[in-house]
């Protein structure tokens, strides 16, 4: 039998239990997990802001996370040239992202590779966004 390689990526800034749980929920559904943590530059692109915590120590704290396979630094949001580096069968996306157009886009694109999109459940109380405004208070 196949061996099911998922894939995930964030920038896993703050590290929280949403974080977690979407690294947990897409390890049952594969056999080997991938997960993808964006470069600053990258992160700064889209964000209009750098991580908090730097790229090096993002990466270890995702490596030494048991549900966790293999870490890359990415440093596109092209799903499909994720792909052509590292075949997965699926790709995990917290369902917060349900019914977006690119997300939409990026499901026929896997679709067409033969990799399926899969919606985990979002942790709702609490992202990096959330916890940086909260540190502002302080």
């Not at 196949?2 to 995930?8: C, L, P, S, V």
């Not at 704290?61 to 549900?67: E, F, G, K, L």
């Not at 949001?77 to 699926?90: A, I, R």
């Amino acid at each position: 039998m196949e061996k099911k390689i998922g894939y995930t990526q964030g920038t896993f800034d703050m590290f929280h239990i949403g974080h977690l749980n979407l690294i947990r929920n897409a390890k049952k559904h594969c056999d080997y997990l991938i997960v993808g943590v964006n470069a600053d530059d990258l992160v700064e692109s889209y964000k209009n802001k750098r991580p908090i915590v730097p790229l090096e120590e993002r990466v270890e704290i995702v490596r030494a996370i048991r549900y966790v396979d293999e870490v890359i630094v990415t440093t596109t949001l092209d799903k499909k040239q994720v792909w052509e580096k590292v075949h997965f069968n699926e790709i995990y996306i917290g369902d917060d992202w349900k019914g977006n157009a690119r997300w939409e886009k990026t499901g026929k694109e896997m679709e067409e590779l033969g990799a399926k999109l899969v919606f985990l459940p979002y942790t709702k109380d609490t992202s990096s966004t959330m916890l940086r405004e909260k540190l502002k208070e302080f």
